[in-house]
């Protein structure tokens, strides 16, 4: 057993756990403070207040957290942690004033990763995402979900994901693994998109279910990418499979792609840059979990989604680092929550409620992850001494956890 005792604020505390958290629900946070945190077997067993602290062996391990903060580890629900070196040529490009679209027409962008990972063999490909993991269990994340599609092909999609299934065996991580093969369309289809549409049903996806590869089906649905039929037949493909749906929607125009989301129960739609009043609609009536990625409008200076009118429609809302070489290459969640409530107006709240409960049920992990519960999985940092729980995403840059605890254990 583990006990941390002194803590000065236990974060995100719910005695009955909930799915999500909506609408006005979001700006407030359950805390307690002068508070204790008891772990058994991997899990939250009790907390509570200090005058209540239980008695316990000598064996239990006891941490003082001596007046620091302790949060539950922030789910990252969208990211492409596998991908083969940087872009950091094109990054020149964008400030140099070229677009995300005309960089993509010039063969660089998704297709440029594309390249390089096919040239990179499995084990080089593994040991650089490896490096990549430890940095967000550095930063605080203790679940993430990964997508392939640095492939788009049979035997590259495969091998992303098969790096993916390594680190979830080799990490202390909680790994969701997506399948992303309509990332981009490859340059030998060219021309032939709805041939290469037909290998992503017909190829991939029968054999990632055979291998059980992969958690979640994905489809960058937009404009110059895949369309809505092309996203439409993908996730029914998946549904075929037993495999739920995610999309890549509305980044850079209204391109229907939260429609087809919602159409097909797709557990979240990402990006969402363009969301108005029919998508809002659409969304209140779904069990569709809408994902902002701030940090990719931050890398490509790019106008905020319109968080305030989701949640303020009465949504739920959850927050993703969108961790890639192209539009987000950090993974650091504190970060997201400080763009969160500088560029879209969150509530400090809002953004942790976002980071942690409604991202975990972004990719199916509401019932274990996200909140400090009872019976939940045992992922929670320590801070170092901080004022207030609003300091996180003030101190945008400042390193502010002190102990990593995955899955009960200590492991930073």
């Known amino acids: 057993m583990l006990l941390i005792t002194n803590i000065k604020k236990l974060v995100q505390v719910e005695t009955q756990p909930r799915v999500w958290v909506a609408g006005k629900d979001m700006a ?6 002068n508070a204790y945190l008891l772990i058994k077997d991997n899990l939250i067993a009790d907390f509570g207040e200090m005058q209540n ?52 027409r010039r063969g ?11 040239n990179t063999s499995e084990n080089d490909l593994y040991q650089q995402t490896l490096t990549r993991a430890n940095e967000i269990i550095a930063l605080g994340t203790g679940a993430v979900e990964i997508k392939s599609g640095y492939g788009l092909s049979v035997e590259d999609e495969l091998k992303m994901l098969r790096v993916a299934r390594r680190l979830k065996e080799n990490t202390p991580l909680t790994i969701r693994a997506t399948f992303l ?8 289809y060219k021309g032939r998109q709805t041939e290469y549409v037909d290998l992503i049903i017909n190829e991939m996806i029968p054999q990632i279910a055979a291998e059980e590869l992969a958690d979640y089906i994905d489809i960058f649905c937009e404009n110059g990418f895949f369309t809505v039929e092309d996203t439409e037949r993908i996730l029914m493909a998946g549904l075929k499979y037993g495999i739920l749906g995610k999309v890549h929607a509305n980044q850079l125009s209204r391109s229907g792609g939260i429609q087809a989301g919602v159409k097909y129960g797709a557990i979240s739609v990402d990006h969402i840059d ?36 989701i949640i303020d429609a009465g949504l739920p809302l959850a927050l993703a680092s969108n961790y890639n070489p192209g539009s987000s290459p950090s993974g650091d969640m504190k970060f997201i929550l400080s763009l969160a409530c ?26 274990t992850h996200g909140s400090i519960a009872c019976g939940k999985v045992a ?19 400042s390193k502010l956890i002190d102990t990593i605890i995955l899955n009960g254990k200590v492991v930073e």
């Open 28 to 33: 407030t946070l359950h805390c307690i403070d």
């Open 53 to 104: 602290v239980p008695q316990v062996d000598e064996k239990t391990q006891i941490i003082d957290a001596d007046g620091r903060m302790v949060f539950p580890s922030f789910c990252d629900s969208h990211t492409h942690l596998v991908y083969a070196g940087s872009r950091e040529i094109e990054y020149m490009d964008k400030i140099r004033g070229l677009s995300y679209e005309e960089i993509a």
């Open 108 to 118: 660089g962008g998704i297709l440029n990763s594309v390249k390089l990972l096919h």
């Open 181 to 188: 093969g309509a990332h981009a369309v490859p340059e030998e």
């Open 274 to 309: 363009f969301t108005g009043e029919e998508e809002i609609k659409l969304l209140l009536n779904s069990d569709t979990m809408p994902t902002l990625l701030p940090g990719s409008n931050f890398f490509l200076s790019q106008t905020y989604p319109p968080a305030r009118a």
């Open 342 to 367: 500088i560029q879209m107006r969150m509530l400090p709240e809002e953004a942790i409620n976002a980071a942690t409960i409604n991202s975990a049920y972004a990719m199916g992990l509401n019932e």
């Open 379 to 397: 992922n929670v940092f320590i801070t170092k001494p901080v004022s207030t729980y609003e300091f996180l995403p003030y101190a945008y840059t």
